[in-house]
């Protein structure tokens, strides 16, 4: 237990300067936890306190999942953008063949 709060308070602390990668490996970390936890045998008492931790420490899931939306918002740009260079790129290379050529003539 003092393990997840440790990790979920150095994620919190550098929440700014994370990476996603960073966010994947505590969420998977995070999991390998929470499943010891539930597998391990505790009596009512440190069940109790396990529960009383585990709701101060989602408290902080709103500044991850902040965090997540952020990547999230900024891969979308980047796929927008993406999509509308191979759609100007697209418009320039055009794959039609002329049959006649036109001559402006002065007049």
Same mark, same amino acid.
Not at 86 to 93: D, I, L, P, T, V
């Given at each position: 237990?003092?393990?997840?709060?440790?990790?979920?308070?150095?994620?919190?602390?550098?929440?700014?300067?994370? +990476?996603?990668?960073?966010?994947?490996?505590?969420?998977?970390?995070?999991?390998?936890?929470?499943?010891?936890?539930?597998?391990? +045998?505790?009596?009512?008492?440190?069940?109790?306190?396990?529960?009383?931790?585990?709701?101060?420490?989602?408290?902080?899931?709103?500044?991850?999942?902040?965090?997540?939306?952020?990547?999230?918002?900024?891969?979308?740009?980047?796929?927008?953008?993406?999509? +509308?260079?191979?759609?100007?790129?697209?418009?320039?290379?055009? +794959?039609?063949?002329?049959?006649?050529?036109?001559?402006?003539?002065?007049?």
């Amino acid at each position: 237990m003092e393990q997840l709060e440790t990790m979920t308070m150095a994620l919190v602390h550098q929440i700014e300067h994370s +990476t996603e990668e960073d966010i994947v490996a505590f969420v998977q970390q995070r999991e390998e936890h929470i499943d010891l936890l539930k597998n391990g +045998t505790v009596n009512q008492a440190q069940l109790q306190e396990m529960r009383d931790q585990l709701s101060k420490l989602l408290a902080y899931d709103e500044i991850i999942l902040g965090r997540m939306n952020e990547f999230k918002i900024s891969a979308e740009l980047g796929m927008h953008k993406t999509s +509308t260079a191979r759609k100007q790129k697209s418009a320039y290379e055009s +794959t039609i063949l002329y049959d006649s050529l036109l001559f402006d003539t002065k007049k």
